[in-house]
């Protein structure tokens, strides 16, 4: 029996002769993608690292200053800046994106047409973020589109992009141009729920919050916390869209208008006189990136579920 | 179950950090150190050019041509690469193994941090080289008032400029016909000049939100050149103590105070103000050189642009702020001969003539006239000049970016009063310092 067992053992590790031929083309395969992508993003990535405790200005050789650069950011009152609006954009865009985009996804699914307004909700994600940024402009701006709209009413003009409000301008734009994005995502995970719970949870006379709380949202959490990771990585790279918004003429945006990706390209090659301090850069890309990474760990952990097996 | 549920964890993570690494390598760099010293050639036969203007832009044109002619005359051929205003941020890179272009063009600011790291060649021969066809050299047909500006930190010039900039305060002299001959001797003259513009009809000014240069004009009037250079330098923060700060600043907030500014401004940018004021809106206009030929498409019929400069005030300062865009040469060129052989030629008479007729702005050159609409600023320009913004943008890039600019933006714009722009100054000053220590 033992043997046996051994046997078959042996067998499966063996596999059939078509397995192993399959087997040994993986590595011709995967390889020439592995060495790209270790040249293009884990040496660069490895070197950041460094370059994060050296004064480096991208050009001539970098000189170890230690934990210099970190000492820094924790002075630095742009990095405060850049660090929190980050969070802003992923914590308060986020919760608000995630509601509005289960409204929707709710609203949609019942509704004729739905493919057509998905469609259209899903449009500013896929326009570049420059376009974007000057439709938001043309839209809020003191002699723009919203205050004439409002003209016609005898209201306003209303300030819109008064400067202590202009991030926030951004943080709608947003969440405006992401939902249809997370719309998409959520709507793809509800809709491979089996109809026939909905209709046994109408026959025992369930209420429309009781059917999302308790069938919805249970079996679509896979998804969602997926669609939360996701997130979680595209905040750190929102950048075009607050520079072609906020910057004027190779001007950068104002400090408190930074995120971290904005940082990053302030302290080195950004503004008509750039700084090249490329060290402090990786420093500030570096806690982001652990910032990132812890996020996404609790975020798994709190959203970990066993997987709807259907 | 578990098993696969870890692996999947896993996935999603290891996801996470390449994609968050992608932007994180935009850090990184996997260029190795190479020879710098690369070999010169003394009898190059052609040579590359980057260049810091797009291919459809007028000075792209004048360039162009210039190079066909030199081509034509010397045989040397001329590789343009229209590279845009980030050619010095592309050409760094390149640096390490011997740069990739013999010759590049910025303003001073741009080429500034090149300058700091010793990687732009001395052009002292280039500046006694004869320019072809004429008498004088190169050294000879820039002003000597500009000369100050244009040396490296070691006294020798890096940079062969062909157009200069600077600021004004704008207006239609089709309204205000005899201005440029009197302009306001006064901050009151100003003022009073301001109230003559509201009996017109018009509001006087117009500004976008993101304006710096009514702060740091009015700061540079009220302090001079240099004390408005140890706001940034002084590392105690007491040089913000000068009541003279002070009393720069209440000038500012009493001009958003008064209303003399368009409203809605704090919501604006410089490209939405510029249209407003050329279609006579509001009747001043702070800005730059270029604003006639930005402006010119929104302009009321008959807008003739002209410009006049800030009052004296505290400091009795009444010098002309002064940029500079120029060739430069990177010090690992491999054909510098050929390349400086071009900026000799480019500055010929009758090839950098074209700057000012076809690109409309101001050349070094005194015996090139100017075009029409910046005759004032051309004329401000043989008085006494200073490096534009004191130089702050390069000398202090980060304090600027940082505190500096977000101050003036909040000051301007009524967030702050003047005596906030003031504590908030020196405390910003004293704790980027700290930090930056």
Known sequence: MTSATLGVRRGRAKGSPLARRRRRVFGPFLAPALILYTILFMLPTAYSFYASFTSWDGFSNPRWKGTLNYDHLTHDPAFKDAFFNTLKLLFGCGIFLFVLSFAFMLLLREMKGRRFIQGFIFLPHIVSGVALAAFWDFLLNHDGMLNKGLHSFGLGPVDWLKPQWQFNAILIAIVWINTGYYVTILMAGVDRIPPYYYEEAKLAGTNSWQRFRHITLPMSWDVVGTAAVLWTIGTVKIFEFILAFSGSQGNLPTTNQWTSAMYVYGETIGGTSPIYDFGRACAGAVVTLVAVVVVVVVLRRVTSRDRLEL | ?437
């Open chain 2, 1 to 437: 179950m578990r098993t696969s549920k870890n692996v999947y964890r896993a996935g999603v993570i290891a996801a996470a950090v390449a994609v968050s690494a992608a932007s994180l390598s935009a850090c990184g760099s996997s260029s190795k150190p190479g020879s710098s010293a690369a070999a010169k050639d003394s009898n190059s036969t052609s040579f590359t050019y980057w260049s810091m203007w797009q291919q459809n832009e007028p000075q792209a044109q004048v360039i162009k041509k210039a190079a066909a002619d030199f081509t034509a005359s010397t045989g040397i051929k001329v590789n343009i690469q229209w590279q845009g205003r980030d050619v010095i941020t592309k050409l760094t890179p390149t640096l390490r193994t011997g740069s990739s272009a013999d010759l590049v063009d910025q303003s001073v600011n741009a080429l500034g941090a090149l300058v700091a790291k010793n990687e732009t060649a001395d052009l002292s021969s280039l500046y006694s080289t004869t320019i072809p066809g004429e008498s004088q050299t190169v050294g000879q047909v820039i002003p000597d008032s500009y000369k100050p500006f244009l040396n490296d930190q070691n006294g020798k010039p890096f940079i062969a400029p062909y157009e200069v900039s600077s600021e004004g305060l704008w207006f239609d002299a089709s309204k205000f016909p005899d201005l440029a001959a009197n302009p306001p001797k006064t901050w009151a003259d100003l003022l009073a000049l301001f109230d003559k513009a509201r009996g017109m009809g018009m509001t006087p000014l117009a500004v976008p939100g993101d304006d710096k240069y009514w702060v740091l004009l009015v700061l540079q009037r009220e302090l001079g050149t240099d004390g408005l250079k140890k706001l940034a330098s002084d590392k105690t923060g007491a040089a913000w103590d000068d009541p003279k700060v002070l009393k720069a600043a209440q000038l500012v907030q009493a001009l958003r105070d008064k209303g003399d500014i368009l409203k809605g401004y704090e919501s604006s940018k410089s490209i939405d103000e510029e249209g407003d004021w050329a279609k006579g809106q509001a009747a001043f206009y702070l800005s730059g050189t270029w604003v006639p030929s930005e402006a010119a498409p929104n302009a009321t019929a008959g807008f003739k642009f002209d410009s006049i400069q800030l009052p004296a005030l505290d400091s009795g300062n009444t010098d002309t702020g002064i940029n500079f865009f120029g060739f430069a040469v990177p010090k690992s060129a491999k054909h510098a001969d050929a390349a400086e052989k071009f900026v000799a030629f480019f500055m010929k008479k009758e090839e950098l003539s074209g700057i000012s007729t076809q690109a409309l702005n101001l050349t070094p050159r005194t015996d090139i006239t100017p075009p029409a609409q910046l005759a004032s600023m051309s004329k401000a320009l043989t008085g006494t000049v200073y490096a534009d913004q004191a130089h702050l943008s390069v000398d202090y890039a980060d304090w600027t970016n940082k505190m500096l600019n977000p101050e003036m933006i909040r000051l301007i714009t009524g967030q702050d009063d003047a005596a906030k722009f003031v504590s908030n100054g020196k405390q910003g000053t004293i704790d980027y310092w700290k930090s930056a220590s």
